[in-house]
């Protein structure tokens, strides 16, 4: 038997075409990193080198990988611009979640709102949106509407957003009954 058909494992699976060849990428690319440089070190030295490893990707994910290394990098705003870019072009509920996300960090709540109304208009269910809007919320401490948001979030997707939003939630209205206790 061929060396490229022998069983991995005694699993009985064996290595097909594009997902070895890709898979053999990827280790040689990551040994080759891993042994002369950082990531860091690596993606600063060029910053082109985020769009070679476009080549192997989804471009959806592409973006949001060169976009999580200009965030890594202190870069928000261009990652902003890396997302912007894309989307321009391939419009996705994932693309404006994660500028969202970057916007919420940065505290920009109206653009961030801009974007997650976007979401929505693209993936009506998907309940990270009201999740987010949750967050805000409580960061501004109006913990009622957050408490709305949350409900939501686990209406629309329970299976996604279930459990870290039931945390959330429970946290809120645990606020909720503290300021309801002071107040009375």
């Excluded at 950082?38 to 080198?49: A, G, H, I, L, N």
């Excluded at 261009?78 to 994660?98: K, N, Q």
């Excluded at 998907?126 to 805000?136: E, H, N, Q, S």
């Excluded at 939501?152 to 957003?161: G, K, S």
Aim: glycine share 6%; with cysteine.
């Amino acid at each position: 038997m061929p060396d490229d058909e022998m069983p991995i494992e005694n699993t009985g699976a064996r290595p097909r075409g594009k997902g070895r060849t890709l898979l053999l990428a990827v280790i040689v690319l990551a040994a080759g990193v891993g042994v002369w440089q950082s990531w860091d070190v690596w993606f600063k030295s060029d910053p082109t080198r985020p769009a070679v490893l476009a080549e192997f990707v989804h471009p959806g994910t592409a973006a949001q990988a060169v976009a999580d290394c200009q965030q890594r990098l202190g870069r928000p705003d261009a990652a902003l611009a890396a997302l912007e870019r894309f989307a321009e072009h391939h419009p996705s509920a994932d693309v404006y979640m994660h500028m969202a996300e970057i916007l919420s960090a940065q505290r920009r709540w109206d653009e961030s709102e801009a974007k997650l109304r976007l979401v929505e208009q693209h993936d009506p269910k998907r309940g990270a949106v009201f999740m987010m809007r949750g967050d805000r919320y409580v960061s501004e401490e109006r913990y009622q509407k957050a408490v709305a948001m949350y409900e939501r979030a686990i209406a629309l997707d329970p299976v996604r957003c279930g459990r870290e939003v039931g945390e959330k939630l429970v946290a809120a209205k645990a606020h909720l009954d503290d300021v309801s206790r002071k107040e009375n």
